[in-house]
Nanobody
C-alpha cells in the first residue's frame, strides 16, 4: 500500500490546515490509522489515532484543536488542524495499520508562524 500525504504548508498562528493521506488501495473497516509528527530536531510523536472500531485519541497538546477522520469511499485519512500554534510546526506523517502490516506516507511539512 502506498500512502500519499498532502495539505501541509505555511500558515499563521491561529490558522487552519487540513491534511489528507490517500491510500493506493482500499482501506476498509479493518484498518487502524494515525497521524504522527516530527518537529525539527525532535523525536517523532503520535498526534492522533483512530482504532478499527472508530475510537479516537489525541496528543494532549492538540486535544480540542485537531480531528482525525476517515473516508473509506475515497481511501483517505484526514487530519483537520485548527487554532494552529508555532509549536505545531513539524513534518506530519500518516500511518495505516492492518496487522501485522504497517504503512507510512512520505510526510507533509507544516510550518506555523507566530
Amino acid at each position: 500500500v502506498q500512502l500519499q500525504a498532502s495539505g501541509g504548508g505555511l500558515v499563521q498562528a491561529g490558522g487552519s490546515l487540513r491534511l489528507s493521506c490517500v491510500a493506493s488501495r482500499r482501506i476498509g473497516g479493518t484498518w487502524a490509522m494515525a497521524w504522527y509528527r516530527q518537529p525539527p530536531g525532535k523525536q517523532r510523536e503520535l498526534v492522533a489515532s483512530m482504532t478499527v472500531g472508530g475510537t479516537t485519541d489525541y496528543l494532549d497538546s492538540v486535544k480540542g484543536r485537531f480531528t482525525i477522520s476517515r473516508d473509506n469511499a475515497r481511501n483517505t485519512v484526514h487530519l483537520q488542524m485548527n487554532s494552529l500554534k508555532p509549536e505545531d510546526t513539524a513534518v506530519y506523517l500518516c500511518n495505516v495499520v492492518a496487522k501485522p502490516y504497517s504503512y507510512w506516507g512520505q510526510g507533509t511539512e507544516v510550518t506555523v508562524s507566530s
